[in-house]
């Protein structure tokens, strides 16, 4: 489907709520069906990705039921599903999912196949594979990528020093962890989303520290909980930017996650010269939820270092967008990890800028952006959520209008995104 983005032509204003978080709707709906007894999800993200994830559990014996927007999970005891449990687009269903079954005690015996669409089968398997393998897991893979066949076996506890700081790493390990014999040990060489570590206590289950790192002990019973899922701060960085483009706009944003594993964006804005304020009022479930005020400013170019990069890992895209109209020139380094995500997010926001006229230049591990006049014209998502949005907030300060080709991947992560962005007064269409 083709999405056609108007020049803004008045301030964007209003109260703005974004969806359920994406990270934290994936781990509920995954320890839910490991947790015996009932999980009770309130804020779940209804996306593609977050209900393939769900379905997952349920094609794994746990049961699942929904009403007035809250879930309901029966887990702790699973079995082997009938046929291959498709992850769709989701690296983070497929990993995660991948380390909570290799040592599984009720999955012994049997062979289960995790499968993707085109895009999740593209990206790269080993860095779950063989952390697992060394604890004595049985994955077989297409040469490092997904379809994955998993043997759930007996595991052992080790100590893994990671060469990424990735949170899906860093979670497959801990949930093949619970299951395995012993200690097991994660350390990482830079800080990623904690969402794992945050959730599993709600759950009854001890994290100690690894002198250095995170370490779990395996052995401990999981029990049913109530999880109350923050907002979405990635959905709602589209939001935020939006404000922050659009000259005169004023948005408030409500019920935003504010867990500093994931807050990056935000500092990163305000290094650009953002107008934006922060009221930070509770803590749920463990994960600090906050406010956050935005007015239309005028930004500038900026470098951003190689250690900021993990703490915003999923707004370059958009980053990219607001340093095309910013004054000046921006510096991305130390960002190679986008190269693997749903799409090669460096190589594909440069070419879809160019075509919006915009200068650009590719590095191996990022991208230098110069600012400037946007035109109007014909991009494409390449199959990924987050350029099809980030382009789309990009179009509402473009010269003419800006048709997204293949925008139905917004599907993935936020649904609702035309309609939140349209109420805030932004003109969207599809055709
Ligand atoms: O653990 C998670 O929920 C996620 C971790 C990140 O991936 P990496 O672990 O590959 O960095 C992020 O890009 C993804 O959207 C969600
Ligand atoms: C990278 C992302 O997700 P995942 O790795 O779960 O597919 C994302 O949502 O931007």
């Known amino acids: 489907m083709r999405l056609t983005v108007h020049p803004a032509a008045l301030a964007l204003g209003g109260r703005y709520r974004p969806p359920g978080d994406k990270s934290v709707s994936h781990r509920a709906a995954i320890l839910g069906g490991l947790a015996g007894g009932e999980t009770e999800i309130h804020g779940f993200l209804d996306s593609a990705d977050t209900r393939a994830t769900l379905g997952a559990m349920q094609q794994l014996g746990a049961r699942v039921e929904e009403s007035g927007g809250v879930i309901r999970i029966r887990g702790g005891s699973l079995k082997p599903p009938a046929g291959p449990l498709d992850l769709g687009n989701s690296g983070t269903g497929i990993r995660l999912l991948a380390g909570a079954l290799a040592g599984h005690p009720d999955l012994q015996g049997a062979a289960i196949e995790l499968v993707g669409d085109e895009s999740l089968s593209r990206r790269p398997m080993a860095r779950i594979i063989e952390p697992l393998a060394r604890m004595g897991a049985r ?98 960085a589209f939001a935020l930017a939006a404000g922050l483009l659009v000259g005169g706009s004023a948005i408030q944003l409500e019920g935003i996650g504010l867990n500093p594993t994931r807050s990056g964006f935000v500092d990163i804005v305000r290094h650009m010269g953002a107008q934006v304020a922060i009221e930070g009022d509770r803590t749920d479930g463990g994960e600090p939820l906050g406010r956050l005020t935005v007015e239309g400013s005028a930004l500038a170019g900026i470098d951003i270092a190689p250690e900021q990069v993990p703490l915003a890992i999923d707004e370059f895209p958009l980053i990219m967008a607001l340093a095309a109209a910013a004054e000046g020139v921006t510096r991305i380094r130390g960002a190679s990890e986008l190269r693997v995500k749903e799409s090669d997010r460096i190589a594909v926001m440069c070419r879809e800028l160019a075509r919006l006229g915009v200068a650009v230049e590719e590095l191996d591990d990022g991208a230098v952006v110069t600012g400037g006049p946007v035109r109007g014209g014909e991009v494409d998502s390449h199959g990924d959520h987050r350029v099809a949005m980030s382009l789309a907030v990009l179009a509402l300060v473009a010269e003419a209008p800006v048709t997204i080709d293949n925008a139905e991947w917004i599907e993935t992560s936020y649904p609702g995104f035309v309609e939140d962005i349209r109420a805030l007064g932004a003109e969207m269409v599809w055709e």
Do not use: N
Not at 176 to 186: K, P, S
Not at 196 to 219: I, K, N, Y
């Open 139 to 236: 994955i077989q893979s297409r040469d490092g990528r997904a379809p994955l066949v998993i043997e759930p076996s007996k595991l052992t506890g080790r100590r893994h020093t990671l060469s990424v700081a990735s949170a899906q790493v860093k979670s497959a390990i801990l949930l093949a962890g619970l299951f395995a014999e012993g200690e097991t040990v994660v350390v990482e060489p830079g800080v990623s989303r904690d969402h794992t570590e945050r959730m599993l206590p709600a759950f009854g289950v001890g994290l100690h520290d690894g002198e250095p790192g995170v370490a779990v002990s395996g052995g401990q019973v999981l029990s049913g909980t109530r999880i109350k899922v923050p907002g979405d701060l990635s959905s709602a």
